[in-house]
């Protein structure tokens, strides 16, 4: 990756970075929690709630359902699904990206902490989701939620879970999802793509350590037998499945796979939006945050989903 690759915006940005911990889970537990500590304040815009939801299989999940302040009446809903390499991203509080999404697009947000990888890998974290949709639905009227106007989102495993959790409701036959909004997913366990080969720099995500993230997730030595509730990819068809809009950066490993699951959706009659931010790495807005390029790209997928849940389903 040269420095001709790099957004001008975030050269700088990128040369004060150091080398990713590799292979230590608890270590990008750490990372991460201490990247975003600074946004990890009391937001005026938003109330928060903190709930549990039964677990498909006895277990508890920790939600935080989060409301516009001064907000009344019924709101469309979103579930927001953390991203991590499934196996980090959890937060003392609500996720800032869950909060910017409440605010800015105007929904009632259930935040949901499903378990971990490796702790708990495949099938965990997806049945965990599932089940919190099922009680996002079937408890719409208490929740201040139109139940006609749900969307799933999330970035990076999050984008993965939103997208498999739409293939899950959809051959499940549950609750109805009307909008999917991934952003940055990994898709592909295979991880056989141009971008995985040509990301390789040690201070971002790269294709190295997303083939590690499905390692955790699925196990090493899978064979070739993997569920598309696990990667979304592996799908034979895509039909019937929410209008989406799709995320990616020139400079993530995953752009690839977002960018093909993305056509694959469209050539299925999925109406699609895809937006891709040359220059830009996995995630970059959180190294990023005061940049002109990190806020219209936010200000870009948030429009879209306001869009599509308050516009396109008034």
Request: proline share 9%; aromatic share 6%.
């Amino acid at each position: 990756m040269t420095a001709m690759s790099v957004h001008p915006e975030l050269i700088d940005v990128l040369a004060t970075m150091t080398e990713r911990p590799t292979g230590d889970v608890e270590a990008l537990r750490a990372g991460f929690r201490a990247l975003m500590a600074p946004r990890m304040k009391p937001d005026a815009r938003l109330t928060v709630e903190h709930m549990t939801v039964p677990g498909p299989g006895g277990n508890e999940i920790d939600v935080h359902v989060l409301r516009p302040a001064g907000a009344e009446g019924v709101l469309p809903g979103v579930l927001y699904i953390h991203g991590g390499g499934f196996a980090y991203g959890e937060l003392d509080g609500p996720s800032p990206m869950a909060r910017d999404v409440c605010a800015e697009a105007g929904v009632v947000v259930i935040n949901v902490h499903y378990r971990l990888a490796p702790e708990h890998p495949f099938p965990a974290g997806i049945e965990d989701c599932y089940a919190t949709l099922r009680w996002m639905a079937g408890n719409a009227a208490d929740l201040g939620i139109d139940p006609e106007r749900i969307a799933v989102t999330g970035a990076s495993a999050g984008g993965c879970l939103s997208a498999a959790l739409c293939l899950m409701t959809r051959d499940r036959r549950g609750p109805k999802i009307a909008y999917q909004c991934l952003l940055i997913p990994v898709t592909d366990d295979r991880a056989r793509t141009a971008s995985i080969g040509r990301i390789t720099d040690p201070r971002i995500v790269n294709g190295p350590s997303v083939r590690r993230v499905w390692d955790t997730y699925l196990g090493p030595g899978r064979g070739d037998d993997v569920s598309p509730y696990a990667a979304p990819a592996r799908a034979t068809d895509l039909s019937g499945l929410p209008p989406a809009y799709v995320l990616t950066c020139g400079l993530d490993p995953v752009r690839d796979e977002g960018l093909d699951y993305a056509r694959r959706l469209m050539e299925a009659d999925v109406p699609v939006e895809v937006k891709d931010v040359p220059g830009a790495w996995h995630l970059f807005e959180a190294f990023a945050p005061d940049s002109d390029l990190a806020r219209q790209t936010t200000a870009h997928w948030l429009g879209a989903l306001r869009t599509a849940l308050h516009e396109l389903h008034p």
